[in-house]
Nanobody, 120 residues
Framework: QVQLVESGGGLVQAGGSLRLSCAAS????????MGWSRQAPGKQREYVAR???????NYADSVKGRFTISGDNAKNTVYLLMNSLKPEDTAVYYC??????????????WGQGTQVTVSS
């Protein structure tokens, strides 16, 4: 079993910054990629960013140029630095990971989510 634990959410004014962290633990042989999605009230969950173990990154158009995803392979941890935050960035942010377990099976996992609220 694999657990993802997010931290770093909170309340910030528009234009401010926050950094989210997500640490994976458990029966991990290798993590192929980690990423972030978000879900605002009354809306579907949407993709935010992804980073592979090789360091390749990808962003949703809505956050490109403002958010930066990075990872620490040794710590099985992914970060999301969010700058120039807007009220429309308000959402619960979920970490996800594509994990190959010690049993060599590949599975996707999700964290429990962390709230980000941007006030205008």
């Amino acid at each position: 079993q694999v657990q993802l634990v997010e931290s770093g959410g909170g309340l910030v004014q528009a234009g401010g910054s926050l950094r989210l962290s997500c640490a994976a633990s458990g029966s991990i042989f290798r993590i192929n990629a980690m990423g972030w999605s978000r879900q605002a009230p009354g809306k579907q969950r949407e993709y935010v960013a992804r980073i592979t173990s090789g360091g390749s990154t990808n962003y949703a158009d809505s956050v490109k140029g403002r958010f930066t995803i990075s990872g620490d392979n040794a710590k099985n941890t992914v970060y999301l630095l969010m700058n120039s935050l807007k009220p429309e960035d308000t959402a619960v942010y979920y970490c996800n990971a594509e994990v190959v377990s010690t049993a060599r099976s590949a599975t996707g996992y999700w964290g429990q989510g962390t709230q980000v609220t941007v006030s205008s």
